[in-house]
């Protein structure tokens, strides 16, 4: 028996391609992005990064149509961008097996808000199952595919950060070729816009049959307390009988706290086995339900009439769960909310890497006392001090809508800051828009060749497929002036002036103007492995101006007489601070990198 130590994405990532998984797309976004990247390990598999959530779902759909078993990877905002498609596709069904796979997160670990996306699988009457640990992680990819096939449903696998990066042995199995089933075109099934009065009553008669299913599913399962009289003797002295109802990592959590429990396990979790679950919930004066996110299990059990449920009520709906929490609401104490920061670490802020290009655009933004409409990526960090150069900022794409709309109020120098991947995934539609209803503003590309946040992904701007194999590279300059951008500006991040220059001119044009700067992230391979000649202080000609201080760049400290000092290993020598020094005062000079004393 071969056994692997895995993280939960590597095991789902495994398990789709023993499933005989061929086709898999998505969109990087944590704690989603590891599943994707295991999977373009395999030969077997075409996996990819689609240019966003929804295309990945809807080139999953005809894969899937096409007869090929297809898993779709996003996180939960990508589910968002997705969710059109995701809520037409139950209509219709599939043909080969069509799994997506959804991952929260809980607490915003990597995330601009908190969403709990089993209400979408609810909404869209898709079948849902999530695991609580690696191995089951795999094993339920399997299992997956199997109902999608069997019901001729998508079905969407939910996951949560935890599950997603938590390592455990997993016990490894072989590929399972799977024919590739014939498409037949068959437009009253798969015509969903034309045939959907008749396919909503399948879609109905769908779910009843899941229903009935989920009633005997396997994997729903009921784990007999085992009556250890720890830690809760208060429960078992005052003989209250407790019954937990529980999905995911908080049955491992439970499994710590209530040891004694009987605990009632679904791993299909939608649509429920609220008949067993009734008649469990019979047997005990209290039930907890103990789920992160909203109360999606407590919900529905409630609503079926169960009136001896405790959980959102004791246990809460903001951030993570995790065993403390859970053992503070049990024993009644007030659990506090500023959980994730007990730990003691001197409090700083997120800032960019030595010699990022965002530093440079924002400094020169500020200069120029832009408005700012941020998006999604590296740069969001530009909300923060010290630049707080982000004045909004909601989702991917939103930047270029929203200073359009600002502009339309009168607000003044509105300028729209977005990455390259982000503009790619949802910043083309509204740059069209600007263009096509006449927007007079600045839409800065910061283009640093990668999806830099997310753990530098390739995408359609960089001429990389997942796969590393070599593709047609997106211009954006180009496709600007193809939308009708009459004013456009490709720039190098390390040349201040020029991009201060090319803002200036920009934020006067009286149209919408697009300024294209470009400057690879410096943890990109090639950035990392150049030999790197570090600039230095010349601290007779410096008179401690602090100009360069300004940039907060990380390398750059105040040293003694409190003029600024050069740390040589972690200078990148993107040159920014010697091109704004009044006097000439930073230099770079052929020298060794002295060793890091601290290191
Ligand atoms: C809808 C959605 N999908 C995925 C993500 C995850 N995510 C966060 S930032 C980002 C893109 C960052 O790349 P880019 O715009 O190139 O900026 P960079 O971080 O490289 O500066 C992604 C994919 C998200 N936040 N929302």
């Known amino acids: 028996m071969a056994l692997k130590l895995m993280s939960g994405n590597e095991a789902i990532a495994r398990g789709a391609w023993e499933a005989g998984v061929v086709f898999a797309a998505g969109y990087p976004g944590t704690p989603s992005t590891e599943v994707l990247e295991h999977l373009a390990q395999c030969d077997e598999v075409r996996a990819q990064w689609s240019v966003n959530e929804k295309v990945a779902f809807d080139e999953g759909v005809g894969a899937a149509l096409g007869g090929l078993r297809t898993m779709v990877t996003m996180k939960h905002m990508g589910l968002n961008v997705a969710s059109d498609a995701f809520m037409a596709l139950p209509y219709s069904g599939v043909n080969a097996g069509f799994v997506v796979l959804v991952a929260d997160d809980p607490n915003m670990h990597s995330s601009v808000h908190e969403e709990d996306t089993r209400f979408f699988a609810r909404m869209a009457k898709m079948p849902m199952v999530e695991p609580s640990d690696p191995q089951e992680a795999k094993d339920l990819v399997g299992v997956a595919f199997e109902l999608s096939e069997r019901f001729r449903t998508p ?14 042995l997993v016990e490894l199995g072989e590929r399972r070729e799977m024919p590739q089933i014939p498409y037949e075109i068959n437009a009253p099934q798969f015509s969903t816009g034309i045939y959907r009065h008749r396919l909503r009553l399948e879609v109905e008669a769908r779910l009843e049959q899941l229903r009935k299913y989920a009633e005997e599913f396997p994997l729903n399962r009921i784990e007999e307390g085992k009556g250890s009289p720890q830690p809760f003797d208060k429960l078992r002295t005052q003989s209250l009988p407790i019954g937990v109802i529980t999905s995911g990592i908080s049955y ?5 706290v209530l040891p004694e429990a009987t605990i009632f396990k679904l791993t299909m979790i939608y649509p429920l086995p609220l008949r067993k679950l009734k008649a469990f919930c019979r047997e005990f004066e209290k039930v907890y339900v103990i789920e992160e996110g909203e109360g999606f299990l407590e919900e529905q059990i409630a609503a079926a009439g169960v009136t001896n449920l405790v959980g959102k009520a004791l246990f809460g709906t903001i951030g993570e769960y995790n065993p403390q929490r859970l053992e503070t609401a049990i024993k009644g104490t007030q659990f506090p909310t500023d959980f994730g920061q007990e730990i003691a670490i001197p409090p700083r802020y997120p800032m960019f890497c030595t010699g990022c290009l965002h530093r440079t655009v924002y400094h020169a933004l500020r200069d120029l006392n832009a408005m700012v409409a941020g ?19 909601y989702c991917m794409g939103s930047s270029v809508g929203n200073a359009y709309g600002f502009q339309q109020a009168g607000v003044e120098r509105a300028v729209a800051v977005i990455g390259d991947s982000t503009f790619i995934h949802a910043g083309i539609p509204g740059l069209i828009d600007a263009v096509y209803n006449g927007g007079k503003n600045t839409i800065v590309i910061l283009d640093n060749s990668t999806t ?15 796969k590393g194999e070599p593709t047609v590279k997106f211009d954006f300059a180009t496709l600007a002036r193809a939308v009708g951008v009459r004013h456009v500006a490709e720039v190098d991040a390390w ?11 920009a934020m006067q044009y009286d149209g919408v103007a697009v300024v294209v700067v470009h400057g690879p992230c410096q943890q990109l391979p090639e950035m990392k492995e150049r030999e790197i000649v570090p600039y230095l202080v010349d601290r007779e000609a410096c008179y401690g101006c602090d100009l360069c201080l300004a940039l907060y760049c990380p390398a750059i400290l105040k040293g003694e007489e409190g003029k600024p000092r050069i ?8 040159g920014i601070c010697a091109q704004i020094c009044p006097v000439e005062a930073i230099y770079q000079q052929e020298i060794a990198p002295a060793e890091c004393p601290e290191a």
């Open 375 to 393: 998006d999604i990526g590296c740069y969001t960090m530009g909300a923060l001090p010290p630049f707080g150069m982000v004045h909004v900022n």
């Open 252 to 256: 491992q959590y439970v499994r710590e």
């Open 567 to 574: 740390l040589e290993w972690e200078c990148v020598a993107c």
């Open 155 to 168: 079905v969407m696998y939910h996951s949560t950060t935890r599950i997603a990066h938590t390592k455990g």
């Open 452 to 466: 830099g946040m997310t753990g530098q992904q390739v995408h359609a701007g960089t001429g990389v497929t997942l």
């Open 495 to 505: 040349q201040m002036l020029e991009v201060k220059r090319a803002f200036k001119e």
